[in-house]
């Protein structure tokens, strides 16, 4: 796979037999990414029948097991299948150590047995000589120590580049020795190799090919993972994987040891998730989602304890802030279809600052530090300033976790993996609601997790987890009730369009995340704030809808006083996933706990405004239509994205012709089938056909050649946002998407809105 300039000593060129391999395309799925080749017999071989060739990158995504998912390693697999004999090669150089190619590096070689097996293990141990610790170089650690292992019957070698590489193209071989003069990464190019050698000829039949394969594992350890102002002062924060695992050694023993077991777990989650995706009626959903997933959670580590588990997110490429919740937010359709545990570890840290009072502004804070991985706060106050944006999405994000936190049936269940294991629950009030303490071994499987929620023991948790941080979720309310009917000038999350008075979508998660508190609320049975929230968010979504439309009904506008104007209204999603559109329907359902039942059965009034007050309310409840968010607006939206769309997607709004593929997802996700469709295989064709070919951008043009529109946004772990449609799959009990069948009934027209 190296170039031939590297490998070639062009003093000898003229001596080489060089062929080349017919590359059969790739192969992947969520976990998975498959490259293989055809690679043609030597000259003068007996055979003629060229030998397979297939490198299998492994990066397990395993929703069982936090365990497997906080360890820092990954796999990569060579199989060869053929009638000839064949060497393969492969090194690593120092930048996977540094994102600055003068810095002075050092490695070292070591070999060890592989737990109680007889085989043993080779490993190169690379580090930058004079670490960084917790600093970054064009979005690289500058600190951590690289492991690149495989088996112990691999030849070995470190030495300069442009003698190892040629060296082993001539000869097949390494020679075992190691290079010990420690310089820069690109200061005579050290490198550190493993090679190896199949030998499928020996084959007892040589009419039959044989096959054969080997194994090398990477990680990058770092301990400090990230330093965190938590409750007890500035933290250097361990490794999660730490607290099981009594050294390095110990570890990646476990993990290459593991690959079958975390290999099955993997494919468990991808075949789910390509089952799931071929529901949404566009084919190349299932290949969108199974090539987000790895990026979202590339962008995360897990620390903390087991008993206290905390997941860290970097935003990356955009800035480098450190759990921003903006970020957190679009990301959070991947956490819930997965493993919602990981979405109540990325909120954990955020609430934990701020209610140790660090943070002294009353609205819900952007991120927790300027750059990961120093989550220090902004003691000042002085962060990107987004105060709607943010106590809309952590209400909204709250109100989801505890959601799919109550459920009774394993049908019912938020993740197809929640409701397995145990419904143990630690009632002590010191202790995360949502512990690793005790792993389980199911199936002959170590280190699972126990079921997340699910009966008596989800409500239980539930109220654990609210109660502990309730003056937080009523704090960042009030900010709303004041603040978010009319928003004033202020940045939305695409702070990249500026900010913006009156924002229609920006208004809408607000009054979203007032309605969510109620809910909230109700999960703690304080039913004096179930009523008050509830009222003050049926009034202003009425008066919203007076606001926030276009004079001719036919789509949302950018902002109230913008006529002329139309906006994705991604933020409608949250009202169809936290189950609001079902509200005075027949598919609403009972209060989640049977604690709650009486007055949050009945209607609410909601509350009458003084003749000077701002808001109005909605008809008498007895006359109310069915959902929060009238059905004529989801109808409304739908055939405009229709009218609107582009050849690589759907504008973020009527300003510009780019787009945010999340918010595209998140929109898509509650139209008619038709757009759903049409919206999915857009993005698909713009993944096919143009220029970026980057790691997945979630900005980009939709017209032209569909690059970017300036900022180069890749790697983001905001493209979890493609899980929005199957999430919503599993939302409410499985009726959410149920709930929306009103879209391909022509519509509940514009005649039944009112405003």
């Known amino acids: 796979m190296a170039r031939l300039a590297d490998v070639l000593d062009r003093r000898e060129e003229p001596s080489y037999n060089i062929s080349f391999p017919t590359y059969l395309g790739a192969h992947y799925d969520a976990s998975t990414t498959n490259l293989s080749y055809l690679i043609p017999a030597p000259e003068l071989s007996a055979s003629s029948t060229p030998v397979e060739l297939t490198i299998s990158f492994l990066s397990p995504i395993t929703p069982t097991s936090t365990l497997r998912q906080s360890i820092p390693a990954s796999y990569m697999t060579v199989h060869v299948s053929g009638d000839?004999?064949?060497?393969?090669?492969?090194?690593?150089?120092?930048?996977?150590?540094?994102?600055?190619?003068?810095?002075q590096i050092v490695w070292e070689f070591s070999e060890q047995e592989l737990g109680n097996t007889d085989k043993g293990l080779k490993t190169w141990k690379i580090r930058r000589e004079t670490e960084l610790l917790l600093s970054e170089e064009r979005d690289r650690a500058e600190w951590g120590t690289f492991y690149f292992t495989g088996p112990s019957d691999l030849g070995h070698e470190a030495g300069v580049s442009g003698?190892?590489?040629?060296?082993?193209?001539?000869?097949?071989?390494?020679?075992?020795?190691?290079?010990?003069?420690?310089?820069?990464?690109?200061?005579?190019?050290?490198?550190?190799?493993?090679?190896?050698?199949?030998?499928?000829?020996?084959s007892k039949s040589l009419s039959k090919s044989s096959s054969d394969s080997v194994m090398f594992s990477f990680a990058l350890i770092q301990n400090p993972v990230t330093q965190f102002a938590s409750a007890r002062g500035l933290t250097f924060m361990r490794p999660?994987?730490?607290?099981?695992?009594?050294?390095?050694?110990?570890?990646?023993?476990?993990?290459?040891?593991?690959?079958?077991?975390?290999?099955?777990?993997?494919?468990?989650?991808?075949?789910?998730?390509?089952?799931?995706?071929?529901?949404?009626?566009?084919?190349?959903?299932?290949?969108?989602?199974?090539?987000?997933?790895?990026?979202?959670?590339?962008?995360?580590?897990?620390?903390?304890?087991?008993?206290?588990?905390?997941?860290?997110?970097?935003?990356?490429?955009?800035?480098g802030n450190f759990q921003t919740i903006d970020v957190i937010f679009p990301s959070f359709p991947f956490f819930l279809y997965t493993n919602p545990r990981w979405l109540a570890y990325l909120l954990e840290p955020l609430i934990e600052h701020m209610l140790s009072g660090q943070y002294p502004n009353k609205y819900a804070m952007h991120d927790l530090g300027t750059h990961f991985p120093n989550a220090t706060g902004h003691a000042d106050g002085r962060d990107e300033y987004m105060p709607v944006e943010e106590c809309g999405n952590i209400l909204i994000m709250g109100l989801a976790l505890v959601n799919s936190l109550i459920y009774d049936t394993t049908a019912a269940a938020g993740s197809v993996w929640s409701s397995l294991g145990s419904d143990s629950f630690d009632p002590?009030?010191?202790?995360?609601?949502?512990?690793?303490?005790?792993?389980?071994?199911?199936?002959?499987?170590?280190?699972?997790?126990?079921?997340?929620?699910?009966?008596?023991?989800?409500?239980?948790?539930?109220?654990?987890?609210?109660?502990?941080?309730?003056?937080?979720?009523?704090?960042?309310?009030?900010?709303?009730?004041e603040f978010s009917l009319r928003p004033h000038l202020q940045l939305s999350t695409d702070d990249f369009a500026g900010p913006l008075e009156l924002q229609t979508n920006l208004a809408l998660k607000g009054i979203l995340g007032i309605k969510a508190m109620s809910q909230i609320a109700e999960a703690v049975d304080n039913q004096e704030d179930v009523k008050y929230y509830k009222n003050i968010s049926d009034a202003y979504v009425s008066k919203w809808t007076e606001y926030g439309i276009s004079r001719d009904g036919t789509h949302a506008k950018l902002a109230y006083h913008w006529y002329g104007s139309w906006t994705t209204l991604y933020n409608l999603y949250a009202d169809t996933l936290l189950c609001f559109h079902l509200e005075n329907t027949p598919l609403s359902s009972s209060p989640k706990n049977p604690r709650f039942a009486g007055e949050t059965q009945q209607q609410q009034k909601p509350l009458t405004p003084s003749p000077s007050d701002d808001r109005t309310h909605p008809p008498p409840s007895g006359n109310r239509p069915p959902g929060f968010v009238p059905r004529s607006i989801y109808t409304m939206q739908s055939n405009w994205y229709a009218a609107v769309l582009q050849k690589y997607g759907l504008p973020l709004d009527s300003r510009h012709l780019y787009t945010k593929s999340d918010w595209e997802f998140f929109a898509a996700a509650v139209t008619a089938a038709p757009t759903r469709s049409k919206i999915l295989t857009s993005v698909a064709r713009w993944l096919n056909e143009t220029s970026t070919d980057r790691p997945f951008t979630d900005l980009y043009e939709t017209e032209g050649t569909g690059g970017w529109p300036g900022a180069h946004f890749m790697a983001r772990p905001v493209t979890g946002g493609h899980f929005a449609f199957l999430t919503l799959a599993k939302a409410c009990g499985g009726k959410a998407r149920e709930g929306l069948a009103f879209l391909e009934e022509g519509g509940e027209g514009r005649g039944e809105s009112y405003y």
């Not at 930048?95 to 190619?101: C, E, L, N, T």
């Not at 050294?247 to 494919?267: K, M, N, P, Q, R």
Request: charged residues 20%; negative net charge; aromatic residues 14%.
């Open 240 to 319: 999660l994987w730490a607290s099981w695992f009594s050294s390095v050694e110990a570890l990646l023993d476990f993990h290459y040891l593991d690959y079958t077991t975390a290999a099955g777990l993997a494919s468990n989650y991808s075949a789910q998730l390509a089952i799931d995706a071929d529901t949404s009626g566009a084919d190349d959903y299932v290949d969108v989602v199974a090539l987000t997933a790895r990026q979202v959670l590339g962008a995360t580590v897990f620390s903390g304890t087991p008993e206290d588990p905390i997941l860290f997110l970097k935003e990356i490429s955009s800035n």
């Open 428 to 481: 002590n009030p010191s202790t995360s609601a949502f512990s690793l303490a005790k792993l389980e071994t199911r199936d002959g499987v170590f280190g699972l997790d126990d079921s997340w929620g699910g009966s008596t023991k989800g409500v239980r948790q539930a109220q654990k987890w609210v109660t502990k941080s309730y003056r937080l979720w009523k704090q960042w309310t009030s900010y709303l009730i």
């Open 84 to 103: 000839f004999d064949v060497n393969i090669y492969v090194d690593i150089n120092g930048q996977w150590v540094s994102g600055d190619r003068g810095s």
């Open 163 to 202: 003698r190892v590489r040629p060296r082993f193209a001539r000869t097949g071989s390494l020679q075992n020795e190691i290079d010990h003069d420690f310089r820069g990464i690109m200061e005579e190019e050290p490198i550190f190799a493993f090679a190896k050698s199949f030998h499928l000829s020996s």
